[in-house]
């Protein structure tokens, strides 16, 4: 249980295409890249579907309908020490993965390319799983990291129509 630590809240957004490719993001960090789902921090006052309809909109351009935010598919905890752009830190992030099902279509977010780089952002990519598995072979030139690292197996689940009762929970 993680009852004592700040955690920041978060969504992320599996978004599959009808060929059950997911758009995902690239983050480049001084030391390595990773590789996940577009999403991020939920604003003081903002709820889960308000924040997944912003954080596509700023990273992919995608705007959702009002009353379009998906299914919440999966959760995870992920605890280690981070410090958000207004300098608060966290102790790590609650992840809420929310499904949305979409055709496929060319992103160009919303934020300038200056703001994407801020926040870090480098890259968006459609891929199947198997792709993804392939994201960490050797060889690459700086070390390369999925998150969560069960993405792929998530990404199979999810395109063989598999949608869970409730939320599955991850590892990191």
């Known amino acids: ?93 609650e992840e809420w993965f929310y499904l949305i099902r979409v055709a496929a279509f060319e992103p160009r977010g919303a934020l300038s390319d200056e703001e994407l780089r801020a926040e870090l952002l480098h890259e968006l990519a459609w891929m199947h799983a198997d792709e993804v598995d392939r994201l960490t072979d050797a060889g690459a030139a700086r070390p390369v990291l999925i998150a969560p690292r069960a993405l792929a197996s998530l990404l199979r689940c999810l395109a063989l129509g598999g949608r869970p009762n409730q939320p599955i929970e991850l590892d990191v």
Request: charged share 30%.
């Open 1 to 93: 249980m993680h009852t004592n630590l700040r955690l920041r809240p978060a969504v992320r957004v599996v978004l599959l295409d009808p060929s059950d490719r997911a758009l995902l993001v690239r983050w480049r960090f001084s030391d390595r890249d990773v590789w996940g789902t577009p999403g991020g921090g939920i604003d003081t006052g903002e709820t889960h579907e308000d924040a997944v309809r912003r954080e596509l909109h700023e990273e992919t351009g995608l705007r959702l309908e009002p009353d379009t935010c998906g299914t919440c598919v999966a959760h995870r905890t992920h605890v280690v020490p981070m410090e958000n752009k207004y300098g608060e830190d966290w102790d790590g992030q």
